[in-house]
């Protein structure tokens, strides 16, 4: 899917946000290897450390749809451009780092790199050593 498509569906998705104390909205939309598109907004809490991203909020429902394999994720927001914090780009590591990451202020100013550009050597656990 080209990426101005997908980053189309987050801009779609954004006004269903809930951010009422940043007002910092933002869309997500994560597309599968299969071609499937979910999408995800940021949802704010009181508690403001129990916020969760758009980006996550993707994910989690995608995982939870039973979807594993991903391609690519576009992120938008209401004020220029929302690279994944932090906390998303390792929490989409766990489910690999070759996915393409799109993100920028409007479809005509689109930056197209991947997961593992934006979190070079990032934390990876071997599955059962804990
Ligand atoms: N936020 C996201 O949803 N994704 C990002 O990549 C950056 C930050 C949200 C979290 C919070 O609701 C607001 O933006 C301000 O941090």
């Given at each position: ?7 189309r ?17 933002v ?12 999408t995800g ?21 995608a ?31 766990e489910f ?8 920028g ?5 689109l930056t197209?790199?991947?997961l ?15």
């Amino acid at each position: 899917m080209d990426p101005k498509e997908l980053y189309r569906k987050a801009v779609e998705t954004m006004p269903k946000a809930y951010a009422p104390f940043s007002n910092f909205t933002v869309g997500a939309a994560l597309l599968t290897r299969d071609g499937r598109v979910i999408t995800g907004v940021n949802v704010e809490n009181s508690s403001l450390g129990a916020t969760i991203c758009a980006e996550r909020t993707a994910f989690v429902k995608a995982i939870s749809e039973g979807e594993r394999d991903f391609e690519a994720i576009a992120v938008c927001c209401n004020d220029g451009t929302a690279w994944p914090c932090g906390i998303c780009r390792q929490f989409m590591l766990e489910f690999g780092e070759d996915l393409t990451v799109i993100a920028g202020p409007d479809e005509d100013n689109l930056t197209v790199t991947t997961l593992k550009e934006l979190l070079p050597h990032g934390f990876r656990l071997e599955k059962g050593e804990l």
